[in-house]
T-cell receptor, first 117, second 113 residues
């Protein structure tokens, strides 16, 4: 088990282009979270999945953003028609959460740094 | 919006000494969870310590301990015997429904040798 991985680690794109990021969680983890972190700030929640079901989306997740987690394994986050304000670090985290038990630790990936020029 | 506030943008500590990072939060819930995460430069975020609000006893993990004041909604992190490897950005976070985390803005900790 190598932990949570994210690809690519860095992405530079021109405004208006589409980008897609991938997150591979720890294999037995059923929950997967996406956060966005801008420079000098704490991460902000975007969305999360329980297995393949997307259970919640933040208001930060505009219509240009879409996330999937097919088969409850890896997840992708796509941003369409990127804007300069989308420049940030996109973090993925996973956890093994069992109903009726205490929340488990979220393990974070290294993030994908997006720069929109 | 329910928030987490870290009032110290940056702190410095001499190696081997003790430093305390402050955090206050807002919540209307009676039971919740609080965390301190460490984010070293260009490295991924790792959990330092967690506290369940229903527990009166303050959590400790080796050189790391918290001072949890539920009535004051305060959750500070104390690092004893500071080491160079402790230098990082530290985030205080509260867990909300769905187990999503709400983070503060962070405190940069610098350790001087």
């Amino acid at each position: 088990d190598t932990g949570v991985s994210q690809n690519p680690r860095h992405k530079i794109t021109k405004r208006g282009q589409n980008v897609t990021f991938r997150c591979d969680p720890i294999s037995e983890h059923n929950r997967l979270y996406w956060y966005r972190q801008t420079l000098g700030q704490g991460p902000e929640f975007l969305t999360y999945f329980q297995n393949e079901a997307q259970l919640e989306k933040s208001r930060l997740l505009s219509d240009r953003f879409s996330a999937e987690r097919p088969k409850g394994s890896f997840s992708t986050l796509e941003i369409q028609r990127t804007e300069q304000g989308d420049s940030a670090m996109y973090l993925c985290a996973s956890s093994l959460t069992i109903f009726g038990t205490l929340p488990s630790e979220q393990y974070f990936g290294p993030g994908t740094r997006l720069t929109v020029t | 919006a329910q928030t987490v506030t870290q009032s110290q943008p940056e702190m410095s500590v001499q190696e081997a000494e003790t430093v305390t990072l402050s955090c206050t939060y807002d919540t209307s819930e009676s039971d919740y969870y609080l965390f301190w995460y460490k984010q070293p430069p260009s490295r991924q975020m790792i959990l330092v310590i967690r506290q369940e609000a229903y527990k009166q006893q303050n959590a400790t993990e080796n050189r790391f301990s918290v001072n949890f004041q539920k009535a004051a909604k305060s959750f500070s992190l104390k690092i004893s015997d500071s080491q160079l490897g402790d230098a990082a950005m530290y985030f205080c976070a509260r867990m909300e429904y769905g187990n999503k985390l709400v983070f503060g803005a962070g405190t940069i900790l610098r350790v001087k040798s």
